[in-house]
């Protein structure tokens, strides 16, 4: 499997906002879908966005909805999460994570996926 890497997460306060990045090592993208889930302690991972590789159609999970925004740059070979008006509820780890084999949608469960990136850490504070 082709390693997925994060970057961009951080501290920010609320009401911020932060960009985070994930970007394929060795290869560019061959996928159907991508996502971001996040988790945090104790709390199972959560879908946050999705994006379809094959017509570029967004989903959101309703507590991020007019707040996140995900989107690809297929010339840079990344993944992005523009997170805005960020909330101390938004503190977790965040993940991406890819589909390889056909799917018609964006799965929004995390058996959806098959390859994962390690994460990076998002912390609001208030």
């Known amino acids: 499997q082709v390693q997925l890497v994060e970057s961009g997460g951080g501290l920010v306060q609320v009401g911020g906002s932060l960009r985070l990045s994930c970007a394929a090592s060795?290869?560019?993208?061959?996928?159907?879908?991508m996502g971001w889930f996040r988790q945090a302690p104790g709390k199972e991972r959560k879908f946050v966005a999705g994006?379809?590789?094959?017509?570029?159609?967004?989903y959101y999970a309703d507590s991020v909805k007019g707040r996140f925004s995900i989107s690809r740059d297929n010339a840079k070979n990344t993944l992005y999460l523009q997170m805005n008006s960020l909330k101390p509820e938004d503190t977790a780890v965040y993940y991406c994570?890819?589909?390889?084999?056909?799917?018609?949608?964006?799965?929004?469960?995390?058996?959806?996926?098959?390859?994962w990136g390690q994460g990076t850490q998002v912390t609001v504070s208030s």
């Open positions: 994570a890819e589909r390889t084999y056909y799917i018609k949608g964006v799965p929004s469960t995390t058996t959806g996926y098959n390859n």
């Open positions: 060795g290869r560019t993208f061959s996928n159907y879908a």
């Open positions: 994006i379809s590789w094959i017509d570029g159609s967004t």
